[in-house]
């Protein structure tokens, strides 16, 4: 049976499920309707990862909330940038648009994505599993006007009322009518080329109706110039709602298509100590400026999922299709009785495509690894293409090549559909206010990736302007074609040609219970995770005599060339099941003391767990020829935390700080270095919230310190007692702001201390401070300008580097955030 037959069977499987788990359960929703489009009181409502709706100060978890209003003042460049404004997340916001590393109080990121913290959508998951490889769930997550705010919690309840979040969930809240009125904006950049248009409306349609509809639509280069509009593309959010004198109602949908450059590491140049390191530019090509895309790169010949020729666009860069439609409700019954729930369906589709130095390095020695001693280089593409390179140690002014892996990953399907479920009753019992809820969680999540890498060689040049480079040898025969090396990831030693085809399905029967005396209240969940993962995975890294290279004449032309005997393969024929089940158990208490009106404090204890999804497969820890699993402990990672804290709120002013300690357990792949890692962590630290206001100023700020160290290490044991790789001490921001009738000014500080690139260590990044600051100016009634810098001093900020030390030549490859960007808009509100 071939690869294509079991996809649409998949796809068959999936849209029955939806349909019969429809039928099975009423369409209600999840949580009170407390809306984003409603005004802060002072009382602010708490409506993520908790039972029912409850006051942020009679609640016993670390709760933030921000609007998308403010946000936009700091001119974010992604999603991820937005969820730096958060205390405890630490957001690597330097791959673009999408594939940022997030973390939470020290909770790891040993790969990438956001494994123990959940990405939502009005309380549902964007994903299933927030690192899902090529496909991390902020990838599908886009901020517009039609988000009226971003809610997080950190630990606490989020274990027992989410599936796979034992660190926290951030939830994105839509606007669903509540106010009447709407805004148009239209904004470009000032210093990069990009276009963007944002507009929403909402309001009463009469006889209990409201609605919403907002979007966006912008294409640009993005903040680095790839010689192409980079990004290009847009979405649609509507939503309609009927109220009734005891519930509502609302239907939800969206649209996403959008294409977002990827930027994976760059080369800069490390001189120094790795205790002291100094990072530089390399000489032609700036490292927040720059990136290894090029006007003369843009399409990528190689074999497709089937083994077949296929041209991909390189353009696509993180291709995000997204359909998602869901119902939402609530109802209130006799006595104190109230059903809630939510269902959604998402169809999600895309590509991950991006080139990857494998490594950099001289040119002539690089030529002489592929061609051998006295090997010559030409260019391949651009404006002199087949002409010889003369002088390669001159090349570009920096005399190096980076010998690409071009990570080329099509997202067939990431669908899922997820439903939760829940009934509660409020009642007395003697003095006490009690609240018990009952509920159940289903979601089912597609994982049909096809991974189609290819190698190149380049010249490493900035302006989008990086020619490929053709290698012939000493007798003048090509050893490349149109700068392709192999038709596979021959720098990572022919690895990952594959295909995977696997569906999860997690049913999470909860309770929880909730007793206020007073000042006082007590609470506590629990949480039963029943898995089940099923499927297959195509490739030759599964070992059994699998054939995974072969020569193949993919372009066509009648002839075998070097690049094509080195053609990687998909054993279409020889796939390995995915044959397993897991259940867990999760579980929190917490108590909260509310001392005076304006002063509480809290303490929690939890048990979360993370299931692992296809960054378990290709590894030790599946058996390839049953499926099941070698190690039953590998299905799940647990996490213990405990937290204590203190929240006040008076007037203008208010502080919140809460403690924390977590122990982690963590198996996980790694793609870039092709790592397994089999560890425990902890971790302690405190976290800081603050916010005053007084006449027209403002100020808030956070900031988290946190002690994470690796406790041991089954893969390698030398690790242990290290820091975390990345992981910095200390984290912060702060946003001062003054505003008047006529104007708003303000600045937005984001800074991080050191850390280290490795596990192991030795090189240091170094800690940064990021400065963003706008101005906006209302010179007429609902008519507003501003403009935005992004990073205004251009700072070079390292979020990851592959090395661990500094290697002989001095080349790093890391990743940095992008340098200055400034925007300006125009906007008129309804």
Not at 364 to 378: D, H, K, M, P, V
Not at 555 to 578: A, D, F, H, R, Y
């Amino acid at each position: 049976m071939t690869f294509a037959s079991h996809s649409a069977r998949r796809a068959r499987r999936l849209l029955t499920g939806a349909a019969l788990f429809a039928l099975a359960t009423p369409a209600f929703a999840q949580t009170p309707p407390a809306t984003a489009d409603a005004n802060d009181t002072g009382e602010e409502i708490v409506v993520t990862a908790v039972a029912r709706g409850i006051n942020k100060l009679d609640s016993s978890v670390s709760v933030s909330s921000v609007s998308t209003e403010q946000l936009l003042k700091f001119a974010p460049r992604s999603v991820a940038e937005m969820f730096r404004q958060l205390p405890g997340i630490r957001s690597e916001s330097s791959g673009g648009e999408g594939n940022a590393n997030i973390a939470v109080r020290g909770l790891p990121v040993a790969s990438g994505g956001a494994k123990f913290l959940q990405l939502q959508e009005d309380g549902l998951p964007v994903l299933e599993f927030g690192d899902i490889t090529f496909g991390n769930a902020d990838i599908f997550l886009r901020s517009d006007f039609s988000v009226g705010r971003i809610e997080s919690i950190r630990g606490g309840s989020a274990s027992t009322f989410a599936s796979n979040s034992p660190g926290g969930v951030i939830n994105l809240i839509s606007k669903t009518g509540e106010t009447e009125g709407g805004a148009v904006q239209a904004g470009l950049g000032l210093d990069f080329k990009e276009y963007r248009l944002d507009a929403d409306y909402g309001g009463k349609l009469g006889d209990g109706w409201r609605y919403h509809i907002g979007g966006f639509y912008r294409q640009g280069t993005g903040p680095r110039d790839p010689g192409y509009d980079g990004n290009r593309g847009g979405q649609i959010k509507a939503n309609i709602t009927r109220d009734f004198g005891n519930g509502y109602i609302r239907v939800s949908a969206k649209y996403l298509d959008d294409r977002a450059i990827g930027y994976l590491p760059n080369p800069v140049l490390v001189t120094g100590t790795n205790a002291n390191p100094n990072y530089q530019n390399v000489p032609g090509f700036s490292i927040n400026q720059d990136t290894l895309h090029s006007r003369y790169f843009r399409d990528a010949l190689t074999l497709g999922p089937d083994n077949k020729p296929v041209t991909n666009d390189i353009q696509d860069g993180q291709r995000a299709k997204v359909f998602t439609i869901g119902t939402e409700a609530s109802w209130d019954f006799a006595d104190g009785w109230n059903v809630i729930d939510r269902f959604r369906y998402s169809d999600i589709s895309g590509r991950f495509i991006s080139p990857f130095p494998a490594s950099v390095g001289g040119a002539q020695a690089t030529a002489n690894s592929i061609g051998g001693a006295g090997a010559t280089l030409r260019y391949a593409t651009g404006d002199k293409a087949g002409q010889t390179i003369t002088n390669p140690g001159s090349l570009n002014g920096n005399g190096l090549l980076a010998s690409i892996v071009l990570f080329n990953t099509k997202l067939n399907s990431l669908d899922n559909i997820t439903n939760d479920l829940r009934l509660s009753k409020e009642t007395k019992w003697g003095d006490a206010d009690v609240t018990l809820t009952g509920g159940w969680y289903f979601s089912r999540q597609t994982i049909d990736t096809s991974w189609n890498w290819s190698s190149y060689l380049m010249e490493v040049a900035g302006g989008g302007n990086a020619a490929l480079i053709d290698v012939a040898n000493a007798a003048g025969q090509l050893q490349t074609e149109k700068g392709v090396v192999a038709y596979g990831a021959s720098f990572f030693g022919n690895c990952c040609r594959r295909n995977y085809d696997l569906n999860y399905t997690t049913n999470a029967p909860f309770v929880a219970a909730t007793v206020k005396l007073d000042t006082l209240t007590l609470d506590g969940s629990l949480r039963y995770d029943l898995g089940r993962a099923r499927g297959q995975v195509f490739g030759a890294d599964l070992g059994g005599g699998r054939v995974g290279v072969a020569s193949i004449d993919v372009n066509g032309n009648g002839t075998i060339s070097k690049p094509e005997t080195q053609t990687s393969v998909v054993p279409l024929g020889s796939p390995s099941p995915v044959n397993y089940n897991y259940d867990y158990l999760s579980y929190s208490f917490g108590a909260n003391y509310r001392i005076a009106d304006d002063l509480a404090v809290f303490a929690r204890y939890s048990r979360g767990a993370r299931a692992n999804a296809d960054r378990l497969t290709f590894g030790p820890a599946i058996n390839s020829t049953t499926g099941k699993l070698v190690d039953a402990d590998a299905a799940v990672d647990f996490v213990k935390q405990a937290e204590v804290g203190l929240k006040y709120r008076k007037g203008g002013v208010g502080l919140y700080a809460t403690g924390f300690y977590a122990e982690t357990q963590e198996q996980n792949f790694e793609a870039t270095t092709q790592r397994f890692f089999d560890r425990n962590y902890d971790a302690w630290g405190v976290e800081l919230e603050g916010n005053v206001r007084s006449g027209g100023f403002s100020l808030a700020a956070t900031g988290t310190y946190t002690h994470a160290r690796i406790k041991s290490d089954v893969l390698n044991p030398g690790v242990a007692g290290n820091r975390p790789r990345r992981q910095a001490e200390f984290i912060y921001q702060l946003t001062p702001q003054y505003e008047q009738d006529l104007f708003t000014l303000g600045a937005n500080l984001v800074g991080t201390t050191s850390s280290f690139a490795q596990d192991d260590n030795q090189l240091k990044l170094p800690g940064f401070a990021q400065v963003n600051a706008f101005v906006v100016l209302r010179p007429i009634d609902r008519v507003s300008v501003s403009v935005n810098a992004n990073n205004l001093f251009n700072t070079k900020g390292f979020t990851e580097a592959e090395e661990g030390a500094i290697p002989a030549n001095g080349i790093v490859r890391a990743r940095s955030i992008s340098g200055r960007t400034i925007s300006a808009s125009l906007r008129y509100d309804f």
